[in-house]
């Protein structure tokens, strides 16, 4: 057996790939076990299918959208059903009262990215959360309907239905409607997320007959979670579309509530609404043209200025999580997050995009990475990484005519403000938390809020997620994507090398430990496994502070025409989803 350029990889995994630089010339990869494996995931082989591939948090809403590939929808249809099924089985991130991005590749190579993201209300200003004295006011932008920014996730799955998909309104969400209507039995991973929020439950009237049981304990495995209210709401949508949530019934019980709690929702906030097309960041790395989220993510900026930093090095001969590999990797990660300092709304900023994504000038950041040492972060220009929460969620889809799309959607925080619309069963976010509630002030995680992205009427908070293609000689060959916060880059970061540089399959890739970096604060947070003890005492002597956190995120991948790059398989499509969460599944069809 040749030898593998991994030594210090610490997930157990089935294989590894020796290749050249070109990805067109990878070799199959050859059997090999790791000694020390560091992580208990066991070796679990991607999904595979002929037709098409679904992978999402919940296998609910996976088996969802495999179903609707099955009867003849294509992988927007797909994506439509899959969004609505996870607002019903995963309450917690899944939404119609959020927001959030979808990255599109239509079969004849176009891309496109849709935001849906919320849009913070007219009577919103900049000062709103803070107190007379100018100081941010705890919890008021988390939690209670002033945190509540305009939903979008309605307008942006009709519109992409309309302009992309095959199949009627009707179809695609009669398998939400069902789940709603009929209930379903709550698994281990359903329940650890209701237990997030039982207070929350119980002090919202609407949300306690839904999400406790009639005594006013919290649900437990087994149960079954029954939401007719929900099913009303989207059986409305179903037959009048967006009309019925921004300009009838819903809008209407929203706002009311709203102002019941105390709110600042008006009914032009929902009539005013309207999701846009913009055109993908893009850019190239080892032959693969990467699609991703432009502002008002600040995520597909840093992945592309990432990747770019790394193309000047070789990552597989230097080897996996290496001292080397791993340093190069931190220093590209800390200049990306200083560089988002400027991002913003695009319509109410003018952001730097061909020059943070120029390759020209990923090279002058390369040339100014010392040999050897940490780089201070104090010696880089005031970055922006945003304040956003973790509690997201993304789906990959692709099929076999030629569609690929990549969706990350949130309420923010879980349950996003914790409050519900009324009677209309839906859970509204908290993504005006995202906004800077104080320009120039750190937050509770020592990040600096920016000018850019400070709260105006209508203007749509920064964001990191990252929903991202890639494709190679007009085709897609990799969809992935994650929720994380400011560690949505990073994720989706980790996956797109260990699959292109480090000829992992696409469940080794998702399942990779993972390392993050942003600039400020300045310690590297590493996942359990991720840097052997040997790395750590390198990195440590040059400089580095290594944090061990707790392992984040959920990617959810898919990948084309084999489990790896350059692994002829026996299906058109392999997923592979994220098991740091329980309940999440990779179906094909």
Sequence with gaps: MPSCRFPFVSLLVSGCVLFSAAPSAMAAPDALSFDGARTALPPLAPAEGQHGMVVSAHHLASEVGAKILAEGGNAVDAAVAVGYALAVVYPAAGNIGGGGFMTLRTPDGHAYFVDFREHAPLAASAGMYQDAHGNVIPKLSTLGW??????????????????????????????????????????????????????????????????????????????????????????????????????????????????????????????????????????????????????????????????????????????????????????????????????????????????????????????????????????????????????????????????????????????????????????????????????????????VGSVANAIAPGKTPLSSMSPTILSRDGKPVMVIGSPGGSRIPTITLAAILGVVDYGLDIQQAVDLPRIHEQWQPSQIEAEPGSLSTVVQTSLTEQGYQIIPHEPWGAAEGVLAGGPALGRTGTAAFYGGFDRRHSGGAAVGE
């Design 146 to 447: 002033k945190a509540v920014a305009i939903p979008g996730t309605v307008a942006g799955l009709d519109m992409v239905l309309k302009r992309w998909g095959k199949l009627p309104r009707a179809t695609v969400m009669a398998p939400a409607i069902a789940l709603a209507r009929d209930g379903f039995v709550l698994e281990p991973g359903d329940v650890q997320l209701l237990h997030t929020s039982t207070q929350a439950f119980a002090q919202d009237r609407y949300a306690r007959t839904i999400f406790l049981r009639p005594d006013g304990s919290a649900f437990q495995a087994g149960d079954r979670l029954v939401q007719e209210n929900l099913a009303r709401s989207l059986e409305a949508v179903a037959k009048d579309g967006p009309d019925a949530f921004y300009h009838g019934p819903i809008a209407r019980e929203i706002v009311r509530a709203s102002t019941e709690g105390g709110g600042i929702l008006q009914a032009n906030d929902f009539t005013a609404y309207t999701p846009r097309v913009l055109a993908p960041i893009t850019c190239t790395y080892r032959g693969f043209h990467i699609d991703t989220a432009p502002p008002p993510s600040g995520g597909g900026v840093a992945v592309c200025e990432i990747l770019n930093i790394l193309s000047g090095y070789n990552l597989h001969d230097e080897g996996l999580y290496s001292a080397a590999a791993a340093r190069q990797e931190i220093e590209a990660m800390r200049h990306a997050y200083s560089d988002r300092r400027d991002l913003g709304d695009p319509a109410f900023v003018r952001n730097p995009i061909a020059h943070l994504t120029d390759p020209g000038y990923a090279a002058s950041v390369r040339a100014a990475i010392p040999a050897s040492g940490a780089v201070s972060s104090d010696s880089l220009a005031p970055g922006a990484p945003q304040p956003e929460k973790h509690e997201t969620t993304h789906y990959s889809i692709m099929d076999r005519s030629g569609y690929a799309v990549a969706v990350t959607y949130t309420l923010n925080g879980w349950f996003g403000a914790k409050v519900m619309g009324g009677t209309t069963g839906i859970f509204l976010n908290d993504e005006m938390d995202d906004f800077s509630s104080k320009p120039g002030a750190p937050n509770m995680f020592g990040i």
